[in-house]
Nanobody
Framework: QVQLVESGGGSVQAGGSLRLSCVAS???????????MGWFRQAPGREREGVAS???????SYADSVKDRFTISKDNAKRTLYLQMNSLKPEDTAMYYC???????????????????WGQGTRVTVSS
């Protein structure tokens, strides 16, 4: 049973930084390496949207709204996915979710229906 647990959310002022982490369990090392993984977010009153993704060969994709500010990475040995968020803006306020799927690549890395496993989320609040 794959489980994803996010951490690292919090409250920061605009311009600040946070690093989110997502620890996966229920995977072997080889299986984790072969996964696609992503970060999604949902702001109050809005639909969930893809933020960033990383495939098994470390190809990354980003939403236009976070390019050059956010960086996705993963540590296969620790089975941990990261999202470094810099230059945060009030519009980045949302619940952030980690997602994973056991395919190594997808043509639609920021679509939520490409991912089978989801964490419970960690909240990020950015004040102006």
């Amino acid at each position: 049973q794959v489980q994803l647990v996010e951490s690292g959310g919090g409250s920061v002022q605009a311009g600040g930084s946070l690093r989110l982490s997502c620890v996966a369990s229920g995977y072997s090392f080889i299986s984790y390496r072969r996964n696609c993984m992503g970060w999604f977010r949902q702001a109050p009153g809005r639909e969930r949207e893809g933020v960033a993704s990383i495939s098994s060969d470390d190809t990354t994709s980003y939403a236009d709204s976070v390019k050059d500010r956010f960086t996705i990475s993963k540590d296969n040995a620790k089975r941990t996915l990261y999202l470094q968020m810099n230059s945060l803006k009030p519009e980045d306020t949302a619940m952030y979710y980690c997602a994973a799927d056991q395919k190594s690549y997808t043509d639609y890395p920021l679509r939520e229906n490409e991912y089978a496993y989801w964490g419970q989320g960690t909240r990020v609040t950015v004040s102006s």
